[in-house]
């Protein structure tokens, strides 16, 4: 199996399980002489081997993604670097936004706002960082494609 379609798999059970937890909670009471729609033991017991699937199937990604090098970095450092290339974009996205937002005066003797940043040198910065991540981001595709999962 590919890493890419165990990061596919990872995904589905992550859905099952939010999808079991509904489901039991919405058969953990009922009234009084009904019987609820769905047998909450079973639903449980679903749960556990749901869990416990995810569990083995973590484990193996993250022992991939260690042993797993891509220009001479390995995979988890390659998805560390793109968390936080994407947390730095959005914070540069929000400063560029906020910088640019100028026109809040409603007449000429109010208070007048200015911008503290270049919001061109901001956006520009955004638009590198985001080049840079889309960059990262086809690399670590490629490599969840062609590498095995251990």
Do not use: F, H
């Amino acid at each position: 199996m590919k890493l890419a379609e165990a990061l596919q798999e990872r995904a589905d059970l992550n859905r099952r399980i939010q999808q079991l937890q509904q489901r039991l909670n919405s058969n953990a009471i009922v009234q009084e002489g009904e019987q609820p729609a769905e047998d909450p033991a079973g639903l449980l017991a679903e749960l556990d081997g749901c869990a416990a699937s995810l569990e083995t199937l973590i484990t193996r990604i993250n022992l991939t993604n260690c042993q797993t090098q891509v220009g001479g970095e390995s995979l988890t450092a390659l998805l560390a670097r793109r968390d936080a290339l994407k947390l730095k974009l959005s914070i540069y996205r929000d400063l560029a936004y906020n910088a640019s937002q100028l026109a809040r005066r409603a007449t000429r003797t109010e208070i007048k706002v200015l911008s503290s940043v270049s919001v061109k040198d901001v956006q520009k910065q955004a638009d590198n960082l985001a080049k840079e991540l889309r960059l990262l981001d086809n690399s670590i595709q490629a490599a969840n494609w062609t590498t095995e999962l251990i």
